[in-house]
C-alpha cells in the first residue's frame, strides 16, 4: 500500500496536555451494543422502539432490536462480545441478543470472527491549538493547507511520503521535519508538485520516535499557506506484528474482494490500530457499493476530522 501503514493512538486522559501516547487496543466505542452489521443485501429493515426503518452496513445493534430481511435479502451480523458471526438469509426475522441473536433457525451460518469496535475520537475541525503556537502562527494556520495523510497519527515506515493538495495561486512547496520533542531540524526540502518522500540519502527515521512536519505553499518565495502536522513511528516489533495481520487480511481478500464482512472487519482492524489511512483507502472501495450507509459515511467523516484537527499528539 501507498505511504503504508500511518497509525493514530489515543489521546490521553488530560486533553490539555496534547502529547503522545501509546495505550493497548481502544475499548469499544459503545459498551451497551451487542453487535454490528457487517454486510447486506436487499431490503433490511431495523424495528427498534416499535419505530421501523431501513438499515445499512456498520449499524450497531442492542439487545431486543428485531432486523426484519425481505425475501430476497441477507444479512451477516458479528457479536463484539462473544465473536458470534451469524449470516443469515432472506425472509427471516433476526432477535438480536447480547452474544448471539434469539431462536437461529436452521438456515442460519455460525462462524467465529472476533472483531472489536474502536472509539474514534471526533475533535471539531480546528478546535485545539497546537503547542507552542505564537499569534502569528495562528493566522498562518487558519489558512491551512490539506494534507493527505501524516497527520496526528502513527507510522510503520521509517521513509514516509509527504503528500497534500494543491494550493490555489502557490508556485512550490516546502516541507520541514522535526523530531519532537524540541522541534529539531532534520531534513527540508522544496518541490513544485503535492508531494516529497524522505529520501535515501538521508538517515532513516528512528522507530518509537515522534515527528514534527510543516508544508508550506509560496508563491514568488512568499508563504501563503501552511499545516503543521505531528506523527510518530511505531516501535519496531509492533511493526512486525501489525504487518502480518494485515497481510492475512490481504490475502483473504485477494481470494475474495467482495467479500464486504471481510473488508469490514479489516477496517475496524486499521481503525483499532489508528491505521487510518489505510482505513479510508478501505472506506473508498466499500462505498462505491454501500454508498448510502449513513453508519459507513460517518465512521469515514470521523476519521477525516482527525486528519484534518489542529489535535497534538
Not at 496536555?17 to 454490528?36: D, G, H, K, M, R
Not at 426503518?53 to 426484519?68: A, K, T, W
Not at 491549538?129 to 502569528?136: D, I, K, N, V, Y
Not at 454501500?290 to 489535535?311: G, H, M, P, T
Request: aromatic share 10%.
Amino acid at each position: 500500500m501507498k505511504n503504508i501503514c500511518t497509525y493514530l493512538y489515543p489521546l490521553v486522559a488530560a486533553l490539555t496536555l496534547l502529547v503522545f501516547t501509546l495505550p493497548e487496543i481502544a475499548v469499544a466505542e459503545n459498551s451497551s451494543c451487542s453487535a454490528i452489521i457487517m454486510d447486506t443485501g436487499g431490503n433490511v429493515s431495523l424495528v427498534r422502539n416499535g419505530k421501523k426503518r431501513e438499515v445499512g452496513l456498520g449499524e450497531l445493534l442492542y439487545s431486543g432490536d428485531v432486523v426484519e430481511l425481505a425475501k430476497d435479502a441477507s444479512l451477516t451480523i458479528n457479536y463484539l462480545e462473544s465473536g458470534q458471526q451469524e449470516q443469515w438469509p432472506g425472509g427471516m426475522k433476526v432477535v438480536v441478543g447480547s452474544a448471539q441473536s434469539k431462536r437461529i433457525p436452521s438456515g442460519v451460518i455460525i462462524a467465529n470472527n472476533k472483531v472489536v469496535l474502536p472509539q474514534l475520537d471526533s475533535p471539531q475541525k480546528g478546535s485545539f491549538t497546537l503547542r507552542g503556537l505564537s499569534s502569528s502562527d495562528e493566522v498562518t494556520l487558519n489558512s491551512k493547507i490539506e494534507v493527505i495523510g501524516l497527520s496526528n497519527t502513527a507510522i510503520l515506515e521509517q521513509r514516509p511520503t509527504f503528500s497534500w493538495k494543491s494550493v490555489n495561486g502557490a508556485d512550490s512547496y516546502t516541507v520541514t521535519l522535526y523530531l519532537e520533542p524540541g522541534a529539531k531540524f532534520l531534513w527540508q526540502s522544496t518541490a513544485t508538485g503535492e508531494e516529497l518522500s524522505y529520501p535515501q540519502s538521508e538517515a532513516p527515521l528512528t522507530f518509537g520516535a515522534r515527528y514534527k512536519w510543516d508544508v508550506k505553499g509560496l508563491k514568488n518565495a512568499r508563504v501563503i499557506s501552511e499545516k503543521r502536522s505531528y506523527f510518530y513511528l511505531l516501535k519496531e516489533g509492533d511493526v512486525a506484528d501489525l504487518g502480518a495481520g494485515i497481510a492475512r487480511f490481504q490475502e483473504e481478500l485477494s481470494r475474495d474482494a467482495q467479500k464486504t464482512a471481510t473488508r469490514l472487519a479489516f477496517i475496524l482492524f486499521l481503525e483499532n490500530y489508528r491505521l487510518y489511512d489505510d482505513a479510508l483507502t478501505q472506506y473508498e472501495i466499500i462505498c462505491a457499493t454501500y454508498s448510502q450507509s449513513d453508519a459507513i459515511r460517518q465512521r469515514r467523516e470521523k476519521l477525516l476530522q482527525i486528519r484534518y484537527s489542529n489535535l497534538h499528539y
